[in-house]
C-alpha cells in the first residue's frame, strides 16, 4: 500500500489562506501522505475545515488525503466526508460510547477506559470500507491501548496522540513512545498489520523515538510548515528516521 515510514505534512500548521500554493510546495517532497485535520469546536475547542474544502483539495492533488475527524458526531457527518474523495478516514475511539465533548482549552481531551458495545463504531468502520476509503481508529493521550481490541484487526491505521488534539504546535508527550509498542503488540497478537500513525510533536527528535518502536506514518505539522524552508524541514525528519 504505502512504503515503510512516511512523513504526511499537516495542513494544519499550512497557511490556510494559501491552501494551493503549500499543497505544490510540500508536493515536492514527495510526501504520500497530506494530513487535513477536521475540528468540530465540540471535541476539540477549535475549528478549522469541512467537506468542501476537503474536496477542493482532493481536486489539485494526486496525494493521498489523511482526514482526521476530530467531531463529536461521525455517525451523522461520515457520508459528507467519505463524498469528498479522501483516501482514509480516521475516527476517535472516544465517541465508541457515544458523543464526545472535549475540554475548553488546550491540554487535555476526551479519554475512555472501556467499551460498552463496540458495534457502532464497527458499523462505521464498515461504512467508511463500503465508501471506497481506508478507515483508521485514533487514540487520545489517557485513552489506553487495550480498548483498541475489538477494532484492531478491522482497521487499516491506528493513530496514536502524542498531544492533545484541538492545537498545533505543542510539545510531544513522551508516553506515547511506549504505547506505539503497546500497539504493535496488541496488532501482532490479532494477526493484524495496520499502519501505525503519531501525530503530534513531531520532529527531527522525536520521530525516531516512535518510528523504532513500529511506527509508519508521522503526522508533522509545525515542525514542517513553521521552518524557513519546508522542503529542508521535511527532509530532515526523513533523514533522522533512517539514521535509526
Do not use: C, Y
Amino acid at each position: 500500500m504505502f512504503s515503510k515510514v512516511q512523513i504526511a505534512p499537516s495542513f494544519l500548521s499550512a497557511d490556510f489562506m494559501n491552501f494551493e500554493r503549500d499543497v505544490r510546495m510540500i508536493e515536492q517532497g514527495a510526501p504520500e501522505w497530506l494530513h487535513i485535520d477536521v475540528m468540530d469546536g465540540h471535541f476539540v475547542p477549535n475549528l478549522t475545515i469541512g467537506p468542501p474544502v476537503i474536496k477542493a483539495l482532493h481536486k489539485i492533488t494526486t496525494t493521498a488525503l489523511d482526514v482526521h475527524l476530530m467531531i463529536s458526531n461521525p455517525a451523522e457527518q461520515l457520508d459528507s466526508f467519505l463524498s469528498t474523495g479522501a483516501e482514509l478516514l480516521t475516527l476517535h475511539i472516544e465517541n465508541a460510547n457515544g458523543p464526545a465533548r472535549g475540554a475548553a482549552t488546550a491540554g487535555s481531551s476526551p479519554s475512555i477506559d472501556h467499551i460498552e458495545d463496540p458495534q457502532p463504531l464497527i458499523r462505521l468502520i464498515d461504512r467508511i470500507h463500503d465508501g471506497g476509503s481506508l478507515a483508521g481508529i485514533a487514540l487520545n493521550p489517557d485513552t489506553p491501548v487495550a480498548v483498541l481490541e475489538p477494532f484492531i484487526s478491522l482497521v487499516d491505521m491506528v493513530v496514536v496522540m502524542s498531544v492533545h488534539p484541538g492545537f498545533g504546535g505543542q510539545s510531544f508527550i513522551m508516553a506515547a513512545v511506549d504505547k506505539v509498542a503497546q500497539v504493535v503488540a496488541l496488532a501482532r497478537q490479532a494477526g493484524a498489520d495496520p499502519l501505525i500513525e503519531v501525530d503530534g510533536g513531531i520532529n527531527v527528535q522525536t520521530a525516531p523515538l516512535v518510528t523504532t518502536q513500529g511506527a509508519d506514518v508521522l503526522v508533522a505539522g509545525n515542525a514542517v510548515f513553521g521552518a524557513p524552508d519546508p522542503l529542508v524541514a521535511l527532509q530532515q525528519i526523513r533523514d533522522a528516521v533512517l539514521k535509526h
